[in-house]
């Protein structure tokens, strides 16, 4: 009977009650303010038949919930969510709130700022809006992209420091060392295991590994170029959380710029990646020519550079030089990347005939996810094949049929 009555329970949670659930099932205290919480984003009332937070009642009742312009009414809701559900549910709701029921404009206000659970979404659509945000709510949202900086930092950021400083001491590792005291013995032994004579209780080396050399110059140039139309925030969150991590490593030169149909160059604010998103501006057309054409200035050894270009690719300036550009700087040495997006949000929009073209002179282009991206970086800095890395971690096939 307990089995039956939970059933029920669920059952009508998923329906959301009237007529025609068929369960007949009543909710009362915890379970009816976590309805409630669901009818009035999901409910009836909003655009496309949906609720809007605010409203009270029976998903499916016919009755609509209002929401307005009631800042308060929404913050309640906000809480109420929190209250009733994980921070991953609640991430969810609110970027589902504020794509469907318009609620853009209350995130101008500090205390729906104070209310809402921060994530990258939020933080995307607070940098769209930087431009008309008001004195007052300015600090509230810097304190929501602090927090989520902070997070990311400490998911990301030891990952990331490890995954590149490994490369580059790998990169860096002499293997022919010309003094005894410059052999790793131990990787040394371990590399040539399959030269051991068990006759002679030896192992024979064909190759020596020595240590790698201390490197206090800069072994790589990095140049992040982020895509920041409104179709990347994410992606332009992510980035420059991660420049930031980059630019902290000695032996690389990072620089990042983002653009439209503008360029800006933000390199100088790595050491402060809340200031440095809030130095993007998200929204408007896209030139990839024009910052491409900025980034090939900023590259002064070729041979020693990664450039990576965080772009959907659906260009608003002259393709055939942006493709020209492109294949220039590969023919010099510097290892292109691509990267379709960088982010958790699965597979992009981009533009396929740009992708293609790409990929046909050897440019990978897919998208990657955060938890992915410090091992690509290791991999650019070894210059392995970018094309196979995605194959064997991301599960794509850069190609000139990506689909």
């Known amino acids: 009977m307990a089995d039956q009555d939970e059933r029920l329970r669920r059952w009508r949670l998923v329906l959301g009650g009237g007529d025609a659930d068929g369960t007949g099932h009543g909710l009362s205290g915890a379970d009816a303010g976590m309805d409630a919480a669901l009818a009035a984003l999901y409910g009836q009332g909003a655009p496309g038949g949906q ?3 605010g409203g009270r009642g029976e998903r499916g009742s016919g009755r609509e919930g209002g929401l307005g312009a009631s800042a308060p009414r929404v913050a309640r809701w906000l809480g109420d969510i929190r209250t009733y559900f994980p921070s991953t549910v609640v991430q969810v709701m609110q970027k589902d ?50 927090a989520v900086v902070a997070e990311l930092e400490r998911r990301l950021a030891h ?15 002499n293997h022919r060392p010309k003094r005894v005291a410059d052999i790793d013995w131990d990787r040394t032994i ?6 051991y004579l068990p006759e002679h209780d030896t192992v024979v080396p064909s190759r020596l590994v020595g240590y790698a050399r201390r490197q206090r110059a800069v072994q790589r140039e990095v140049v992040l170029a982020i895509d920041q139309s409104g179709s990347m925030a994410a992606s332009v969150v992510y980035a420059g959380v991660f420049g930031a991590v980059l630019a902290s490593t000695r032996s690389l ?13 933000l390199t100088d604010q790595l050491h402060d990646p809340v200031e440095l998103l809030f130095g993007a501006q ?35 300036g002259i393709r055939q ?22 982010s958790d949000e699965g597979a992009p929009f981009y533009d396929h005939e740009n992708a293609a073209a790409l990929a046909a002179m050897g440019v990978p282009a897919f998208a990657c996810t955060p938890d992915a991206f410090p091992d690509l970086m290791a991999a650019a800095i070894e210059r392995r094949d970018i094309g196979r ?3 064997r971690n991301l599960g794509v096939r850069p190609g000139p049929a990506v689909p």
């Open 51 to 53: 609720g809007g937070p």
């Open 97 to 146: 709130a504020i794509e469907r029921l318009n609620l853009t404009r209350l995130l101008l206000e500090p205390e729906m700022l104070e209310a809402v659970e921060p994530d990258v979404h939020l933080v995307g659509t607070l940098l769209s809006l930087n431009r008309v945000m008001p004195d007052q709510a300015r600090e509230s949202a810097r304190a929501v992209v602090r």
């Open 159 to 173: 990952r990331t420091r490890a995954a590149v400083t490994g490369a580059l001491d790998r990169s860096a590792r």
């Open 190 to 195: 371990r590399a040539n295991l399959k030269n």
């Open 253 to 265: 030169k990072t620089s990042l710029v983002v653009f439209d149909t503008s360029v800006a160059d």
């Open 282 to 316: 998200l929204g408007g057309g896209t030139d990839i020519n024009r910052a491409i054409a900025y980034c090939q200035g900023l590259i002064t050894r070729p041979t020693d550079s990664i450039f990576v270009l965080i772009s959907d690719l659906y260009e608003g």
């Open 321 to 342: 030089e942006m493709l020209r550009r492109v294949a220039a700087m590969t023919q010099a040495g510097v290892q292109v990347i691509v990267l379709l997006a960088l």
């Open 389 to 391: 890395w995605a194959e």
